[in-house]
T-cell receptor, first 113, second 116 residues
């Protein structure tokens, strides 16, 4: 099983739609979770951290389910500018090396006019 | 303030040559990461430096790849005897530390390496 798995998509949705992405992770000791956004031919940028209680930032809502080891990202009222690849990121605790991170393969979203 | 910078932005080399890629992290960031991203693929972890601890080299794909970091500043990634499959964007990221609050990684713009 891969350390972090995501549906690669693409998800093609009309403007204004609500879309949700899931991500599963294999390391039960992971404690930090993030969603990053990567635009075409650009570097990844942090979209939001994912907290245990779930958190919301405007149109974006992130949820964590530790029991099932998955995190989700919900985007409401999609905008054309939301078109990007969304990367799920999970920390990989290590006794020797502190914390490292594993990036999922990304889910591609296209918001259509 | 200044973000993570990388140089060169583009590098074209011939198969068999050595290349050196440079990363300048954000000042004060103790953690530094190198990733490789092939066209249309996800990020592939290469190496991680945290302060003065021994680096985590578990992601380096072969002994042709090596990286160094001077203290908590500049890092260089060296690829010896480059092969065509090394063609990719090499991304560097830094973060303030490893505590849960400070884990956000800030990425540089990457170095696009093309091996002919």
């Amino acid at each position: 099983r891969k350390e972090v798995e995501q549906d690669p998509g693409p998800f093609n949705v009309p403007e204004g739609a609500t879309v949700a992405f899931n991500c599963t992770y294999s390391n039960s000791a992971s404690q930090s979770f993030f969603w990053y956004r990567q635009d075409c031919r650009k570097e990844p940028k942090l979209l939001m951290s994912v907290y245990s209680s779930g958190n919301e930032d405007g149109r974006f809502t992130a949820q964590l389910n530790r029991a099932s080891q998955y995190i989700s990202l919900l985007i409401r009222d999609s905008k054309l500018s939301d078109s990007a690849t969304y990367l799920c990121v999970v920390n990989k605790p290590s006794k020797n090396y502190g914390q490292n991170f594993v990036f999922g393969p990304g889910t591609r979203l296209s918001v259509l006019p | 303030g200044a973000g993570v910078s990388q140089s060169p932005s583009n590098k074209v080399t011939e198969k068999g040559k050595d290349v050196e890629l440079r990363c300048d992290p954000i000042s004060g960031h103790t953690a530094l990461y190198w990733y490789r991203q092939r066209l249309g693929q996800g990020l592939e972890f290469l190496i991680y430096f945290q302060g003065n601890s021994a680096p985590d080299k578990s992601g380096l794909p072969s002994d042709r790849f090596s990286a160094e970091r001077t203290g908590e500043s500049v890092s260089t990634l060296t690829i010896q005897r480059t092969q065509q499959e090394d063609s990719a964007v090499y991304l560097c990221a830094s973060s303030y530390g490893t505590g849960a609050t400070y884990n956000e990684q800030f990425f540089g713009p990457g170095t696009r390496l093309t091996v002919l």
